[in-house]
């Protein structure tokens, strides 16, 4: 009968602790690691939004440069050129008119606003400017960075100081935008050359 006892006596306390502290250290390797492949995998998201969001503004973008024009003579496209802010003037829906396109950023978002011509005819005047239209939802808050740089004509090209807006023959685009997943944010920084 004591044999019985003995066989049916279980697990002592100290063996039940070791058991319980290896369960938890095995949990909690493993909690940790999904942490970690779950931010990841946030991360990745977050900057796919962002290279998508930043591809699109920038096509948008290059596309009006690239129809753009100047409609006096010897004047350039641009009417304003500032590092984070510009003035042009484009045909956006291929009308024969031209359009006044409008670039900025203010509180980290990238705006877009249109102001079309009253005349159809040169010389153009123009109404208005439309609602502004965000671009870039979030652009990085902490880089003040260029988001135009402009151009000459010439070979190899020469940066045009702010204020001869008439001599711009290229523009540099630079832009970082972001977003956030979940508690993830991640920027992507995406630039391009357009020829006026």
Sequence with gaps: MGRRLRSDAGFSVSEMLVVTLLLGIVVGAAYLLM????????????RTVAAEEGRSVMDRITRE??????IEANQGAFEYARPRECIFYTDVNRDGIPERIWYRVQSGKLYRSQATATTALPPYTFGSYGPAEVRAESMDGNWTGNLFTY??????????????????????????????????????????????
């Design 35 to 46: 942490g970690a492949a779950t931010g990841m995998a946030d991360q990745v998201e977050a």
């Design 151 to 196: 151009y000459d004509g010439e070979d190899p090209p020469n940066e045009v100081p702010s204020g001869h807006a008439e001599d711009i023959s290229a523009v540099s685009l630079r832009l970082v935008t972001g977003a956030k997943v979940n508690k993830r944010t991640a920027f992507v920084d995406l630039s391009t050359w357009v020829k006026i």
């Design 65 to 70: 440069l690239r129809q753009a024009y100047e």
